[in-house]
């Protein structure tokens, strides 16, 4: 509080008023006179006082009533004031002045050191008021600010997330087309040549894919978005899985790869093991990326086991470039590779290993990392998971693998794009599936009402009318044949609000493009049997 507190001083006679200007001269205040209560009230309503010093024995309005008129004003409800009087002692005075609101009496003729304490203790109650009355605004401005700041992060996360399912809707969408044109020109028995630019192919589409699911990752895991499941699953197949997606690039550059499995570890384990495949596919692919010659070894081994929780530690070691020591500490930071030149020899987002370190440290893990350059690299994490009872866990990859006919199957394909039209009708066509096609939602919702189908294919994002909408105008038309109609929903996001809002909309599922045909067919085939 820079300004100096304010005292009003009333008297209708100037020399009171000059005596008790002197015995506080020492005190750093201003004061304010006033002659007539009529001149008091007035001053009271403009200024801000600390503090009123009021005669009670004037002409035409005394003390007491000046003060009734000043306590009518809401903002002057609490200003202390005293009385100066030469009448205290009579007792009607002294219940008359506190009626009218007053909070202290000083008697004539006045002593100074009595005047100067009772005028310090309020001024310094004023004081603190108003030390609070500025913390209190400072605070309510810090939280107006807060709040802004906080509403503005939300937008422009909104905007981000908004922006990023536009991107994946518009990216994925016409790499479901690439990819799964790709796994029709391979059923149809290419030649030798043939395959071999659809390999080439395959393997562009799946590393630009693979960009754009490391875009996503981490704007879920930036947002908190990100979610853990805990299912049963074995180890050693898993590791073996992992292997066997980098099988084509170990032989093409001549690599080894070996796998050791601690026998401590249980056969099946409870965790994400979806998570933990992308863990390992990040550092195993950076090990075959960055390797030359030699090998790669994974290695799962029990650091540690408290009751039914085992610790697993898992060691990723290649003969690869290495990393310089001072480049170390910065490699799992977001966009960050070891060198520029690194970028434009082996590419990539830069993202890889900092999704790896925050899904390891999400799931209550550490990594670290060992290096010498021209010698290679072993990446180090530890996870824990639940121990399982069971020996292993039922595979049902070679009954999904076979598909069967679906026959007597009648599906309606919402989807505007008509790449994915035909994709979507090739699969259908080889199933057996008798299909309707339709553009858009209005349509959809058209057919839908004129025919009877077993389930509906939806796409979410289409001109007209979007696949949301169409599922909510089905599900309200009044037949029960709509409410039970299978909705399933074909969407290029991944963000857990689109998922949410899936299941919200009355849809009965969702997949996620690009889909491969064993989740196509698996997600449609059980609905045959509900005819």
Not at 248 to 270: C, G, S
Not at 390 to 405: C, N, P
Not at 423 to 438: G, P, T
Not at 458 to 477: C, F, N, Q, V
Request: net charge negative; charged share 30%.
């Amino acid at each position: 509080m820079n300004e100096k507190p304010k005292i009003l001083l009333v008297d209708d006679r100037e020399k009171n008023i000059l005596v008790l200007e002197e015995m506080l001269g020492d005190l750093n205040i201003e004061y304010v006179r006033a002659y007539s209560g009529t001149e008091a009230i007035a001053k009271a309503a403009d200024i801000d006082f600390a503090l009123v010093l009021m005669d009670v024995n004037m002409p035409e309005m005394d003390g007491f009533e000046a003060v009734e008129h000043i306590r009518k004003d809401p903002r002057n409800t609490l200003l202390p004031i005293i009385y100066i009087t030469a009448f205290y002692h009579e007792d009607y005075y002294r219940v008359k002045g506190i009626k009218s609101g007053a909070v202290d009496f000083i008697t004539k003729p006045i002593i100074p050191d009595i005047l100067v304490g009772k005028v310090t203790v309020f001024i310094n109650l004023y004081k603190q008021r108003k030390a609070l009355e500025e913390e209190i605004l400072w605070r309510e401005q810090i939280e107006k600010d807060l709040k802004k700041a906080k509403d503005l992060a939300e937008d422009a996360m909104r905007a981000k997330q908004k922006f990023l399912s536009t991107m994946s809707h518009e990216i994925r969408t016409p790499l479901n087309a690439i990819i799964n044109t790709v796994n029709l020109l391979h059923d149809e028995d290419p030649r030798e040549e043939q395959k071999e630019s659809l390999d080439i192919l395959r393997f562009s589409t799946d590393n630009l894919l693979k960009i754009v699911n490391d875009i996503l990752d981490y704007s879920k895991i930036d947002a908190g978005k990100i979610e853990f499941e805990k299912v049963e699953f074995e180890m050693r197949k898993l590791l073996e899985g992992v292997r066997k997606s980098f099988s084509y690039d170990i032989n093409r550059k001549a690599l080894t790869m070996e796998i050791h499995v601690d026998d401590q570890i249980p056969a099946v384990i409870f965790g994400d093991s979806i998570r933990l495949t992308q863990i390992l596919i990040n550092l195993v692919g950076n090990a075959v990326k960055f390797t030359a010659e030699g090998g790669i070894i994974l290695s799962a081994s029990q650091e540690k086991k408290l009751e039914d929780i085992i610790t697993v530690r898992f060691d990723i070691t290649d003969t690869g470039i290495g990393i310089p020591d001072d480049k170390v500490d910065m490699i799992f930071d977001s966009f960050t590779q070891a060198t520029s030149s690194t970028t434009r020899k082996y590419g990539g987002t830069g993202l890889g290993l900092a999704i790896t370190q925050k899904l390891v440290e999400l799931q209550g893990g550490t990594i670290s990392v060992q290096s010498k350059v021209c010698e290679g690299s072993t990446f180090s994490f530890s996870l824990p998971f639940q121990v399982s009872i069971k020996t292993q866990v039922k595979d049902d990859t070679l009954e999904k693998a076979t598909f069967h006919s679906l026959k007597g199957m009648k599906i309606l394909v919402v989807e505007d794009n008509l790449v994915n039209q035909k994709i979507v009708s090739k699969y259908l066509s080889k199933w057996e599936v008798e299909q309707d096609l339709a553009e858009n939602g209005k349509v959809a919702l058209q057919k839908v009402m004129q025919n009877r189908y077993d389930l509906v294919l939806m796409d979410l994002h289409m001109p007209e009318m979007s696949g949301y909408e169409a599922t909510l105008k089905i599900r309200s038309l009044p037949e029960q044949y709509f409410q039970n109609l299978p909705i399933i929903a074909l969407t290029a996001s991944v963000f857990l609000e689109d998922r949410e809002k899936i299941q919200k909309f009355g849809m009965n599922g969702f997949i996620t493009k690009p889909f491969n045909p064993s989740e196509l067919f698996w997600s449609i085939s059980p609905y045959q049997q509900k005819r």
